[in-house]
Nanobody, 115 residues
Framework: QVQLVESGGGLVQAGGSLRLSCAAS????????MGWYRQAPGKQRELVAT???????NYADSVKGRFTISRDNAKNTVSLQMDNLKPEDTAVYYC?????????WGQGTQVTVSS
């Protein structure tokens, strides 16, 4: 069973930066896809960014140019560097891992951006 542990959330002022990290355990091979989703109060969960083990990335339009996803394939970790944060980025951020076809979710970490 894959387990995901997230870290790095917190409170930041608009225009500031945060870095989220996620480490996967319980798996011995390189995870195909890892990434991040988020859910703001009263809204549906949405994709933020994903990255495959081969380096292919996918970003939500709302974060392009501000967020950068990176991975350490050997360690099965993924990070999200978030710059120029906006109040609308406030949400619970969830790490995901897709080793083959099943999607595993972390417990989430709160990111709050004050105006």
């Amino acid at each position: 069973q894959v387990q995901l542990v997230e870290s790095g959330g917190g409170l930041v002022q608009a225009g500031g930066s945060l870095r989220l990290s996620c480490a996967a355990s319980g798996i011995i091979f390189t995870i195909n896809t890892m990434g991040w989703y988020r859910q703001a109060p009263g809204k549906q969960r949405e994709l933020v960014a994903t990255r495959t083990s081969g380096g292919t990335t996918n970003y939500a339009d709302s974060v392009k140019g501000r967020f950068t996803i990176s991975r350490d394939n050997a360690k099965n970790t993924v990070s999200l560097q978030m710059d120029n944060l906006k109040p609308e980025d406030t949400a619970v951020y969830y790490c995901i891992a897709v080793p083959t076809v099943t999607t595993y979710w972390g417990q989430g970490t709160q990111v709050t951006v004050s105006s």
